[in-house]
């Protein structure tokens, strides 16, 4: 079973950076797509962005297009979410989440999410 260890959270001031990284267990043939969502508190959890394994399309949010890029090192078997220019509403907890190919799970962009870590805090300070 897929197992995922995110790492890197923390508190950032606005318009400043943070790297969250996603440690996968398993390679990525394990998984179709693997991607960060977000949760804040009262709301509801939200994609953020999204990486495919085949042909490493990458799907974001609209509202962190241009800030945020996801990427994978796969001899490190590991996903990262660069945050840039980080806003006071990126605050949230951030999951790394993997399509490992059930039909169950948290639909996103064509794929099922159903493979989830413990996630890591994000705090961004006005």
């Known amino acids: 079973q897929l197992k995922l260890v995110e790492s890197g959270g923390g508190l950032v001031q606005a318009g400043g950076s943070l790297r969250l990284s996603c440690a996968a267990s398993g390679s990525s043939s394990e998984y179709y797509a693997i991607g960060w969502f977000r949760q804040a508190p009262g709301k509801e959890r939200e994609g953020v962005a999204s990486?495919?394994?085949?042909?490493?399309?990458?799907y974001y949010l609209d509202s962190v297009k241009g800030r945020f890029t996801i990427s994978r090192d796969n001899a490190k078997n590991t996903v990262y979410l660069q945050m840039n220019s980080v806003k006071v509403e990126d605050t949230g907890l951030y999951f790394c989440?993997?399509?490992?190919?059930?039909?169950?799970?948290?639909?996103?962009?064509?794929?099922?999410?159903?493979?989830w870590g413990q996630g890591t805090q994000v705090i961004v300070s006005p």
């Open positions: 989440a993997a399509d490992t190919g059930f039909l169950d799970g948290r639909k996103w962009y064509g794929f099922n999410f159903g493979a």
């Open positions: 990486l495919v394994t085949a042909d490493d399309m990458t």
